[in-house]
């Protein structure tokens, strides 16, 4: 294989004749590492309209615990996997050598900005949702629920930027495969 296909060859080509039996590369098992680390990140995320909607209808004083659970994983679950994520990144790139490739570069500018969003907006809104919710829930004693204004402001930020990261994960998902 010659030419550009040749230059975005990153790893041994199993349908190579050359290559009777291609060992796994460390390139192999961190590409491997980068896309689990994709999935713990942001898998979860994608569930959450449900989540929120079946609670809401169902019962809603499950939502103070569970913008709780929602700020929690952020901190501790797709924090360090966008670690991960990120170095496992930096070692294909350069492994790879693809660092002048622009899906690189797009994948790198999304990861921070995905992790900014998250500490700087993400988390605060989720505290401020349970907080506010809370304190709606305390006067309530059945019937239709009516959240309050801060409860409604919290929850329209998290959906609004929490729709623009995830359309960004899957934007970025789409470019490291296609390789524009
Ligand atoms: C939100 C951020 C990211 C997502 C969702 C993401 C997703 C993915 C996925 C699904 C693949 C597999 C594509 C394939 O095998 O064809 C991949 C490959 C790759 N990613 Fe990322 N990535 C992200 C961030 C990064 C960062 C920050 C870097 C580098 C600093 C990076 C560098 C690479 C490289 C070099 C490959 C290997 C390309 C290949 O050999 O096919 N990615 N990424």
Redesign the pocket.
């Known amino acids: 294989m010659c030419g550009p296909a040749a230059r975005r060859m990153?790893?041994a080509d199993p349908y190579d004749p050359g290559m009777l039996a291609p060992a796994t590369s460390a390139?192999d098992l961190v590409?491997a590492l980068?896309?689990i680390a994709?999935v713990v990140a942001?898998g979860w995320t994608f569930t959450l309209p449900v989540v929120y909607i079946v609670a809401a209808r169902v019962d809603p004083r499950s939502l103070p615990v569970l913008h709780r659970i929602e700020y929690t994983i952020l901190r501790s679950i797709l924090n360090p996997a966008l670690v991960v994520?990120?170095a496992a990144?930096?070692f294909?790139?350069s492994d790879?050598h693809?660092w002048k490739e622009f899906?690189?570069q797009w994948?790198?500018g999304?990861?921070i900005v995905?992790g900014a969003v998250v500490g700087a907006v993400l988390i605060p809104a989720a505290k401020r949702a349970e907080e506010s919710v809370r304190r709606d829930l305390e006067g309530w004693s059945g019937g239709e629920f009516q959240a309050g204004p801060d409860y409604l402001a919290a929850v329209r930020r998290l959906n609004i930027v929490g729709s623009a990261a995830s359309l960004?994960?899957l934007v970025?998902?789409v470019f490291?495969?296609v390789?524009p």
């Open positions: 990153r790893r390139y590409l980068h896309i994709v942001f994520l990120i990144g930096i294909l790139a790879g693809h899906f690189v994948g790198l999304v990861a995905i960004l994960v970025t998902i490291m495969a390789k």
